[in-house]
């Protein structure tokens, strides 16, 4: 069955630390791997997307993704954490050919001035 | 660009009734979705439409209907509401070029 994992519930950094937001998956064959971000009572915003091609991918807000095959993850990071990037971050796959995103249960950043 | 509209933004029933939760977009997407949202589970697919004309069951589709009405629109409803559908609802659509959702703000309905 496919799944995602998103094994931290809430991650604290503070402001101005480096930031990861861990993601694992288990999909069968080269699924498309997405970041979202959910602010209070909003809907979810597209953070960035690893299709193919290079590892590393860049998206809004300064954060970036690392796609690594042979642990099947798909860690968000960015470097200087800001205290308006506390939010609820979501970690989703989709396998190719299908139309379906599966996500993972979120994790809460929180980042402390 | 609107984008992906929702209507209502809450509702409160009681069990047993019914309703109708609306969506549209303005992106001339293909596909459409709703999700449901519950603490500590993330998003869960509902029902998913690759095409007007087309609907799919997804994840949790029991207990609900859809209808997409035109490639704009795609509405799910609640026939007979259960307590367990206490939750908030999501409406997003897709491009086949960027393969990215975007959502639309949600809508938050308490069955009692």
């Known amino acids: 069955a496919q799944s995602v994992a998103q094994p931290e519930d809430q991650v604290n950094v503070a402001e101005g630390n480096p930031l990861t937001v861990k993601c694992t998956y288990s999909?069968?064959?080269?699924?498309?791997l997405f970041w979202y971000v959910q602010y209070p009572n909003r809907g979810l915003q597209f953070l960035l997307k690893?299709?193919?091609?290079?590892?590393l991918v860049k998206g809004s807000y300064g954060f970036e993704a690392e796609f690594n095959k042979s642990q099947t993850s798909f860690h968000l990071k960015k470097p200087s954490a800001l205290v308006s990037d506390s939010a609820l971050y979501f970690c989703?796959?989709?396998?190719?050919?299908?139309?379906?995103?599966?996500f993972g249960t979120g994790t809460r950043l929180q980042v402390f001035p | 660009n609107a984008g992906v509209t929702q209507t209502p933004k809450f509702q409160v029933l009681k069990t047993g009734q019914s309703m109708t939760l609306q969506c549209a977009q303005d992106?001339?997407?293909?596909?459409m979705y709703w999700y449901r949202q519950d603490p500590g589970m993330g998003l869960r697919l509902i029902y998913y439409?690759?095409?007007?004309?087309?609907?799919d069951k997804g994840e949790v589709p029991n207990g609900y209907n859809v209808s997409r009405l035109n490639k704009r629109e795609f509405s799910l409803r609640l026939e007979s509401a259960a307590p367990s559908q206490t939750s908030v609802y999501f409406c997003?659509?897709?491009?086949?070029?960027?393969?990215?959702?975007?959502f639309g703000p949600g809508t938050r309905l308490t069955v009692l």
């Open positions: 997003a659509s897709s491009e086949e070029i960027t393969l990215a959702q975007y």
């Open positions: 999909v069968s064959g080269n699924p498309y």
């Open positions: 690893y299709i193919t091609g290079d590892n």
């Open positions: 989703a796959v989709r396998s190719r050919g299908t139309d379906k995103l599966i």
């Open positions: 992106m001339n997407h293909n596909s």
């Open positions: 439409s690759a095409s007007e004309g087309t609907t």
